[in-house]
């Protein structure tokens, strides 16, 4: 089958076993699935598929069939820190980190790196099985049109993607209004020209970097466009002692009381909050992002999930640009709550429900995306991984062969709207050594321009 495959045309995948992550969590061991339209039109056991003469078949070789995977919070703009060494001593703290490192690198960031950050990102998702990434982005300096050259890169590679623009005052009055114009600009273009693998939000930093006329100034846009938020929340204790000493509340009551947080907004870490906050936070409907990797890399602390869930809070799973691995994150999460809670018992159904259930949700509450199911109706996102269980895999046992197995395999292909986006292994709709020769060569002028700084 052709690699640009007319998402108009019917494609029946064979040979696969499938594995639905539907409400019934089937395990279909011959299984068959017929796409058209870029959406999913039957699936179920290949002896019960009506192939139509004329349909094109597409044979999997036995591989595991499943949904792509989503990044609920990401940076691409972070892929090229990758192997940046650092002058003087390491940063001690979380602040020292951001003023060190990503505060210097985002605003070192002009045009060409933004685009080529975004396509080596990207490539990196697609391999790794992902095909929704939710992106964070901030260029200060470079800030007008950033996120038209993301939104270029998802639809070159082929990934679907959820854009914002960081708003922050870190960097005084006239890059706040032009960060808060950049949020608006796409998410008005989006709307008077839909494009099918494009979504907006509106970006926010974080509560200790924005003052008050500014977070008014962001809700009134942001219910103007009938958007949420995507902002960072308590992600250190210095977030929650700002908030404290400047609006006597924590981040998250100052940010509810807003108007910031609710049902479609995303709360990216949430790793310092009350049970008062979690309570909030269930009670207002807020979509909270864990990413296990980051937090243990910027020695933050680790989120209370459990306490989370248990309260109704629905807790998606994101890699703050730690990684493009959401396999890796996945397995992080399940293993911290152990550790966390000093309870082997523990973890199961919530480290399940963030990678597999919950982003999907997120997903189709904020924009409305049918995801996360092999089923007639999803959008045609899915993988076919190469993993032959070494012992019986069924629905009652899936979590084991996700976390010991799958996991740890090859993400052979990526379909995205019913399009090729990987094939054995290889992004096929760009030009992999060409992007990472680009890339390689922003780096350096970028981490130069860094040393000046």
Not at 117 to 125: Q, R, T
Request: with cysteine; net charge positive.
């Amino acid at each position: 089958m052709p690699a640009s495959l007319n998402p108009q045309s019917a494609l029946w995948i064979r040979n696969t076993r499938v594995l639905t992550f539907d409400k019934a969590n089937r395990v279909i061991d011959d299984g068959a699935a017929r796409l058209v339209d870029g959406a999913f039109g039957w699936v179920g056991p290949a002896s019960k598929a009506r192939i139509a003469a004329g349909e094109k078949v597409f044979d999997a070789g036995g591989r595991l069939m499943m949904p792509a995977l989503i990044n609920c919070h990401t940076h691409l703009y972070s892929t090229l820190a990758r192997g940046l060494r650092l002058p003087g001593k390491p940063p001690a703290s979380f602040l020292d980190i951001l003023k060190k490192l990503w505060w210097r690198l985002d605003a070192a960031l002009g045009p060409d790196d933004v685009y080529s950050s975004a396509l080596a990102g990207l490539m990196d998702s697609a391999r790794c099985g992902v095909g929704t990434v939710v992106d964070h982005h901030s260029s200060p300096h470079a800030c007008p049109g950033s996120l038209d050259l993301i939104a270029r890169a998802c639809e070159e590679v082929g990934l679907r993607g959820c854009l914002c623009y960081e708003t922050s005052d870190r960097n005084g009055v006239a890059k706040t209004n032009e960060a808060l114009a950049e949020n608006a600009r796409f998410l008005e273009e989006l709307r008077a020209r839909p494009r099918s693998l494009l979504r907006a939000g509106f970006g926010l930093h974080a509560s200790f970097t924005l003052g008050e006329r500014t977070v008014r100034r962001a809700v009134e846009a942001a219910r103007a466009l009938d958007s949420g938020f995507h902002i960072h929340v308590a992600e250190d204790r210095c977030d929650v002692a700002d908030a404290r000493r400047r609006f006597r509340r924590s981040p998250v009551a100052r940010l509810v009381a807003a108007g910031v947080l609710g049902p479609r907004s995303l709360a990216a870490h949430c790793v310092h909050v009350t049970a008062a906050d979690i309570r909030a936070l269930a009670r207002h409907g807020v979509n909270v992002i864990h990413n296990p990797q980051s937090n243990c890399n910027n020695a933050v602390g680790t989120a209370p999930l459990l306490e989370m869930t248990k309260a109704g809070v629905l807790v998606g799973l994101g890699s703050d640009g730690y990684t493009a691995n959401l396999w890796e994150e996945f397995k992080t999460a399940f293993h911290l709550q152990k550790l966390r809670t000093a309870d082997p018992r523990v973890a199961y159904a919530e480290a399940y429900a963030i990678a597999f259930l919950n982003n999907r949700e997120i997903l189709r509450k904020i924009w409305g995306l049918e995801l996360g199911r092999i089923q007639a109706g999803s959008l045609a996102d899915f993988i076919l991984v190469d993993y032959d269980p070494p012992t019986p895999l069924d629905s009652g046992n899936l979590f084991g062969h996700l976390l010991f197995g799958i996991a740890n395999a090859r993400v052979n292909r990526l379909a995205v709207h019913g399009r090729w986006v990987v094939a054995d292994g290889r992004c096929v709709n760009v030009d992999e050594a060409a992007i990472a020769e680009r890339a390689r060569r922003q780096a350096t002028r970028l981490w130069e321009r860094m040393g000046r700084r």
